[in-house]
């Protein structure tokens, strides 16, 4: 049985970041992952303009205030100055105006009176109302490196860059799928001994919040032929696999011999934690087969404290790529059996800014997936901690 660490870098190196990379329309590009730096066409801003509203001035005009200059132009957002201001000369400006030729300090509207073509400065104005032609980039700089996922900011940076097209990476292709003889879909009528495969569920939404394309191929019976042509035919289309249940102990539980007999080199066949110890993971030329177990709970503890880095890696974000960490703390003492590497699933809240872990009501029973809803992150006891007492640190897992 391998440690959780051992687990998470042998599945990292098993990983390969894309080779190849596609081009998108900025209109669809949100979600997707920079395969080239983005650099900027230009200087940004592109001309010195203003930050407020007010009048544009010469600061050897105005180190004594109050004093009075000659209005001589107006200049609103998008309109281009035609004078040079000229010694005892201003220029009324509003945000995001071009500051006019010989102006190089701003006043603001709320420290000046207007009488006809006249403006009194009651006060000398502040530095920094200017915002300067390439302060935020230069022309040629790197603004977006690669390895950067496209969110709404970084939709705001490409189109201020006027970058049309995009070089991204493929999203990763993730065909899941579910065994089991007792397995119906949702839509089936549910008969004595039979449950519903909510991992598939669980699964294909997981995969496709972190922007990959799942591929949900179904469900298949504990039946070893029938398995090993749905085995094959999902290798054979992704880039990764993730199926669930029959990697456990149990004469139904196929899945390990049929990856030997498939050519699959098998990296991982258990490991210490809780709950998901029979995890069981495989690499193939083409792609990474993940045999997660099927308790419902344990395939998304698998997802999120394995499988999501792995796809980060894949999708080629930047590194790094394992779980975001926290130190807080609990209103209730966590408890575990020491033996295993457990994590316990509840809430993070942040009263006063500091975070804090509630634990789900009802029990940790890998089984119990109704109170796994509402999940947002897992609280860690290492290997040989029992208990972790209320209000002491713990190590909380944000999903
Ligand atoms: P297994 O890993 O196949 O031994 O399954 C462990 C437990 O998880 C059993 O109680 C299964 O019935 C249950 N289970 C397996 N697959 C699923 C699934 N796709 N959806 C919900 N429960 C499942
Ligand atoms: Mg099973």
Same mark, same amino acid.
């Given at each position: 049985?391998?440690?959780?660490?051992?687990?998470?870098? &042998?599945?990292?190196?098993?990983?390969?970041?894309?080779?190849?990379?596609?081009?998108?329309? &900025?209109?669809?590009?949100?979600?997707?992952?920079?395969?080239?730096?983005?650099?900027?066409?230009?200087?940004?801003?592109?001309?010195?303009?203003?930050?407020?509203?007010?009048?544009?001035?010469?600061?050897?005009?105005?180190?004594?205030?109050?004093?009075?200059?000659?209005?001589?132009?107006?200049?609103?957002? =998008?309109?281009?100055?035609?004078?040079?201001?000229?010694? #005892?000369?201003?220029?009324?400006?509003?945000?995001?105006?071009?500051?006019?030729?010989?102006?190089?300090?701003?006043?603001?509207?709320?420290?000046?009176?207007?009488? =006809?073509?006249?403006?009194?400065?009651?006060?000398?104005?502040?530095?920094?109302?200017?915002?300067?032609?390439?302060?935020?980039?230069?022309? =040629?700089?790197?603004?977006?490196?690669?390895?950067?996922?496209?969110?709404?900011?970084?939709?705001?940076?490409?189109?201020?860059?006027?970058?049309?097209?995009?070089?991204?990476?493929?999203?990763?292709?993730?065909?899941?799928?579910?065994?089991?003889?007792?397995?119906?879909?949702?839509?089936?009528?549910?008969?004595?001994?039979?449950?519903?495969?909510?991992?598939?569920?669980?699964?294909?939404?997981?995969?496709?919040?972190?922007?990959?394309?799942?591929?949900?191929?179904?469900?298949?019976?504990?039946?070893?032929?029938?398995?090993?042509? %749905?085995?094959?035919?999902?290798?054979?289309?992704?880039?990764?696999?993730?199926?669930?249940?029959?990697?456990?102990?149990?004469?139904?539980?196929?899945?390990?011999?049929?990856?030997?007999?498939? #050519?699959?080199?098998?990296?991982?066949?258990?490991?210490?934690?809780?709950?998901? %110890?029979? &995890?069981?993971?495989?690499?193939?030329?083409?792609?990474?087969?993940?045999?997660?177990?099927?308790?419902?709970?344990?395939?998304?503890?698998?997802?999120?404290?394995?499988?999501?880095?792995?796809?980060?890696?894949?999708?080629?974000?930047?590194?790094?790529?394992?779980?975001?960490?926290?130190?807080?703390?609990?209103?209730?003492?966590? %408890?575990?059996? #020491?033996?295993?590497?457990?994590?316990?699933?509840?809430?993070?809240?942040?009263?006063?800014?500091?975070?804090?872990?509630?634990?789900?009501?009802?029990?940790?029973?890998? =089984?119990?997936?109704?109170? &796994?809803?509402?999940?947002?992150?897992?609280?860690?006891?290492?290997?040989?901690?029992?208990?972790?007492?209320?209000?002491?640190?713990?190590?909380?897992?944000?999903?």
């Amino acid at each position: 049985m391998l440690s959780v660490q051992v687990a998470e870098d &042998l599945i990292l190196n098993a990983i390969h970041p894309p080779q190849e990379a596609e081009t998108v329309a &900025l209109t669809t590009a949100l979600g997707r992952v920079l395969a080239q730096p983005v650099t900027s066409p230009g200087d940004l801003p592109p001309w010195d303009n203003s930050a407020m509203d007010g009048y544009a001035v010469r600061s050897p005009d105005v180190h004594s205030c109050p004093v009075t200059l000659e209005v001589v132009e107006e200049i609103a957002a =998008g309109q281009v100055p035609c004078h040079q201001l000229q010694p #005892g000369e201003a220029a009324r400006i509003f945000t995001g105006a071009m500051v006019p030729p010989g102006a190089d300090a701003i006043a603001i509207q709320e420290e000046t009176q207007r009488e =006809g073509d006249r403006v009194t400065l009651l006060n000398p104005p502040q530095p920094g109302f200017i915002r300067k032609q390439g302060s935020y980039c230069r022309q =040629g700089e790197v603004i977006l490196p690669a390895g950067t996922r496209i969110g709404p900011a970084e939709m705001a940076v490409l189109a201020t860059v006027q970058a049309l097209s995009l070089l991204v990476y493929p999203q990763p292709k993730v065909a899941i799928f579910s065994t089991g003889n007792e397995l119906i879909p949702p839509d089936a009528t549910l008969q004595p001994g039979q449950i519903v495969d909510s991992n598939q569920w669980a699964l294909t939404a997981a995969v496709s919040q972190l922007g990959a394309i799942a591929i949900p191929l179904g469900i298949v019976p504990d039946q070893p032929d029938a398995l090993r042509a %749905k085995m094959e035919a999902a290798i054979s289309q992704a880039d990764l696999v993730l199926s669930t249940g029959g990697v456990s102990v149990g004469d139904y539980d196929y899945v390990e011999g049929l990856l030997g007999e498939l #050519g699959g080199d098998i990296q991982i066949r258990s490991v210490a934690i809780k709950p998901g %110890k029979p &995890l069981t993971v495989a690499n193939f030329p083409q792609c990474l087969y993940f045999g997660i177990p099927g308790n419902p709970v344990s395939a998304l503890v698998t997802f999120w404290r394995f499988i999501a880095p792995a796809l980060r890696k894949r999708a080629g974000l930047a590194a790094p790529w394992g779980p975001q960490w926290v130190e807080g703390r609990s209103p209730q003492t966590l %408890k575990a059996d #020491g033996k295993r590497e457990t994590y316990l699933w509840g809430q993070l809240h942040w009263p006063q800014g500091r975070p804090e872990f509630h634990p789900a009501s009802g029990g940790h029973n890998s =089984g119990n997936l109704i109170n &796994l809803a509402r999940t947002t992150a897992l609280a860690v006891l290492p290997v040989g901690v029992k208990e972790i007492a209320a209000g002491e640190p713990v190590q909380i897992l944000v999903i």
